[in-house]
């Protein structure tokens, strides 16, 4: 890996922190090889602080630190991306990101259909909607409809029509998600449990 750090100023390039799993941006820091020597051999993001003119790791004062899973540079070989597993805040004011955001996952399209979901549960005029009325039903239809949609897709597993199978999965999906909800969970709360099992390495 080449980076040039002779580039900017005082030998400083900018390092941009990624959240491994989520994907969320933390934080934005600077390195200078020494820093980035450090972040390396210890496996905890270290930076080269301007306004302390020392390296300062990551979380040495508060626990937060980021553990170093990977790195990679730019075209231009001047800016890194390092993705990290943070423990705790990156944000020195207590926020999970230093744009105030909470660093919880996104799964585009299936997170504001989450939303949607949500939003047609609790909104009192949607009461003639799909959804709603679903709810409405209660846990057991809820329940059913997600054991319905199952069979039609192991169904459609073993035929040859990719549509019928895709449209079966969509509406798998859509219930399993309207059934999490009744349960009180969401779809990342799966995601925690899957990586529960799951052992991370390093380099992955």
Known sequence: MTIDFKKYPNNLVPAIIQDNLTKNVLMLGFMNEEAFEKTEKTGKVTFYSRSKNRL????EETGNYLNLISVKVD???DTLLIQAKPEGPACHKGTDTCWGEKNISNFGFLSYLENVIEDRRNDGEQEKSYV????KKGMNKIAQKVGEEAVEVVIEAKDDNDL????ESADLMFHFMVLLQAKGFHIRDVEKTLQSRHKFDRNE
Do not use: E, S
């Open 132 to 135: 709603a009325q679903l709810f």
């Open 56 to 59: 300062w790791t990551k979380g």
């Open 164 to 167: 019928a199978f895709l449209n």
């Open 75 to 77: 075209c231009d070989n």
